[in-house]
């Protein structure tokens, strides 16, 4: 099993992985956006609505990219890394502007946790993506 060791980047810091990328997809031909761009009209949004928003774009272009893999195991391990980093990204804007002292240490708890499935995952891609 692999070792789960702390791990201490932040969202924006994790870089996913290069093998999860779908190198030269025309996504356009899937009818997927690989912007990530969520419309959201005139709403107006304070900062940390802005904040979960910026994760969550960048989650939704990697998750796409990554669940286009031909491998079904790879698409999901990619898939998944890019959620826990979303995860993460809103996790750190609960942190950053959050007040309630339960709903911040749930927010320590998830970034501490996924950030370890992240670099388990992340290992797993690298070893068996083709």
Not at 1 to 11: F, K
Not at 22 to 29: E, F, I, Q, V, Y
Request: charged share 25%.
């Amino acid at each position: 099993m692999l070792s789960l060791a702390p791990v201490t980047a932040s969202a924006q810091e994790m870089t996913y992985p290069e093998k999860c990328k779908t190198a030269g997809m025309d996504m356009s031909k899937t009818g997927m956006s690989m912007d990530g761009d969520m419309k959201m009209g005139d709403m107006p949004m304070g900062d940390y609505q802005k904040a979960s928003m910026e994760g969550m774009k960048s989650m939704h272009s990697n998750m796409m990219q990554g669940m286009m893999q031909k491998d079904a195991d790879v698409a999901f391990v990619c898939g998944m890394i890019a959620h826990h980093m979303g995860a993460i990204s809103m996790s750190e804007a609960e942190l950053k502007y959050g007040d309630n002292k339960e709903a911040m240490a749930m927010a320590r708890k998830v970034i501490d946790a996924q950030k370890k499935e992240i670099v388990q995952m992340t290992k797993w891609v690298n070893k068996e993506a083709k």
